[in-house]
């Protein structure tokens, strides 16, 4: 479902706040700008609360956890109800929690080396990170040796070039602060998130061109 749905969308959101009083209206926000898959990451504090509140209220979005990196956050994470994990960079234990509860994975990478060890460890797409330090371009080259992997870029992205990364043959772009700032969840203001959402997710899709290789099918 998670590959269908980034697929769908070409979009997902990664959510980095001090506090989310209101999980479920912030995804219900990003759902009606076109982005149903959400990332809640372990950088906000009680963030297995936030992932159990937007899970059983937020029945438009995928919730998932990211900055996933141990064990005990992938069970934590898993155990509040998160649909799917995802990684800075390799992380063997999370990779195996993920296995053994059947949760769908992206697991950062960066170099060959790294997407190749991603791909072994089973992970159903690998996440570029960080992407504003290689560009469009490198994704490219990268799917020459890689065609069938599918690739979700992270990190710098907005509506002004998520498209060069759906365009280089990205299955999905994230979209990070350029769409939900923490001082928009502070205030509440879902029509902003809304609308940059729909701009972020129209940019994302317009450019993406075609199907990917594989039809964007899971490594594992």
Known sequence: MLIDTLHQDRALAVIRAPRIDDPVALCRALSHGGIRTVE???TTPG???VISEATAGAHDALVGAGTVT???AAERAIAAGARFLVTPGLQERVAA???EAGIPLL???LSP???MRAVELGADAVKIFPASLVGPGYLRDLRGPFPTVPFVPSGGLDAS????WTAAGALAATAGSSVVSASDIEAGDW???TERARLFAAAAAAAAGGELAGRARAIR
Do not use: C, H, P, Y
Request: aromatic share 8%.
């Open 47 to 49: 963030v297995e609360r």
């Open 107 to 109: 697991l950062g990478a």
């Open 40 to 42: 809640f990451t372990f």
């Open 70 to 72: 141990d064990q005990g």
């Open 161 to 164: 070039n998520a498209g060069a």
């Open 113 to 115: 080396s790294e997407v």
């Open 97 to 99: 929690v993920a296995r």
């Open 191 to 193: 029509d902003a998130v």
